[in-house]
């Protein structure tokens, strides 16, 4: 089918649609909205106005284009997909090799959402030098438009020389699943005392050219502290109502994935259900020879 894999139009600067993100009721609002590209100055724009954005994630063609179509202005192709898509127990063994193809993916399937890639571990972590390469496979092979990278302070070498490089980088800090064993396993990071630290690695990641920062299981009043003392926008994820931005896992976000869900997810739809419904009707179909129909033979 040459139809999924053709390129979305892209629309570029010489259009003239209001700005990414008008709240609703102005003219971006109609049927088929001319919406430009998603840039990093737009998300600028939208923390100064005062509007929130969704960011999610996403893995493959449909749901990107779907996603993109929604007008969810950032998709991130999370490392994530070591558990959503390879079935990994957490974060850590996904490579390289594994995340381009579904960023590529992800990116042939957009023409307005500004495609974030996370950089998995041990791929960035060695040096910044190791990091600007690595960020330059993903810009260059998976098409992505921006880099995520975990970790704060210690990190900020790594985001100026990945900016540097001309790519945009978004940091993540509070609790990073990359570091998982010397955080002590999944918990709330920034209480107490390392609330301080917590600013610190922001203002950091500000300085060193991250264009914003996703922060994870961190509590609200910190995270609304940090918010308002950087002019780069927050991505929440377990970190409160006053972020600039919120981020799920779609499948997290879609009830696809089943048992027990980390506090911060609210799920949005129940697709474990339907398809578990599907699947069964089609088992039975097949089983009762009710399918396939007249409609669905050729002769
Ligand atoms: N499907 C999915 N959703 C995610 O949000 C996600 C991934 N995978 N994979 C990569 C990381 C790992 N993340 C995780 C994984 C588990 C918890 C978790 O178990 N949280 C519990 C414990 C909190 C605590 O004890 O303080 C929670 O109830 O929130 C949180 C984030 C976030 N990311
Ligand atoms: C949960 C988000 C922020 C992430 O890093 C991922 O999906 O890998
Ligand atoms: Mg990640």
Redesign the pocket.
């Known amino acids: 089918m040459s139809q999924d894999n053709a390129q979305p139009a892209h629309q570029h600067e010489t259009e003239t649609p209001a700005p990414y993100g008008a709240a609703p009721g102005t003219p971006t609002e109609s049927a088929t909205p001319p919406r430009k590209r998603v840039r990093i100055h737009h998300l600028r724009e939208l923390k100064e106005r005062g509007e929130p954005w969704p960011m999610l ?1 996403a893995y493959d063609t449909y749901t990107a284009r779907l996603f993109d179509e929604a007008g969810i202005p950032v998709l991130l192709v ?3 997909a ?3 898509v390879y079935g990994y127990e ?2 850590l063994p996904i490579t390289v090799e594994e995340m381009l193809p579904l960023v590529r993916a992800v990116t042939r399937s957009v023409s307005k959402a500004l495609v974030v890639a996370d950089l998995p571990f041990g791929s960035y972590q060695v040096s910044p030098e190791q990091a600007v390469a690595t960020a330059a496979r993903f810009m260059k092979e998976g098409r992505a438009h921006a880099v995520k990278l975990e970790g704060g302070r210690k990190f900020a070498p790594h985001v100026e020389a990945v900016t540097a490089a001309g790519v945009p980088v978004m940091g993540h800090i509070g ?1 990073t ?1 990359q570091s ?1 064993h010397n955080l002590g ?4 990071q920034g209480r107490g005392d390392t609330g301080d630290a917590l600013i610190a690695d922001a203002l950091a990641l500000q300085d060193a050219g991250a264009f914003a920062v996703v922060m ?2 961190v509590p609200a009043e910190i995270a609304k502290q940090i918010t308002h003392e950087l002019h780069i926008p927050t991505v929440g ?2 970190a409160g109502p006053d972020c600039d931005a919120q981020v ?2 779609w ?2 976000m879609a009830g696809l ?1 089943t048992g ?6 609210k799920q949005y739809a129940d697709l474990a259900g339907v398809l578990t419904t599907a699947v069964k009707a089609f088992a039975d179909d097949v089983r009762n020879r009710t399918f396939p129909a007249p409609e669905h033979t050729f002769h």
């Open positions: 994630t999370g490392d994530s070591a558990n959503t957490s974060s609790f699943p998982e396993g999944y918990r709330v994870e299981m994820i377990g799920l896992v499948q997290d994935r027990r869900v980390p506090r911060f997810v």
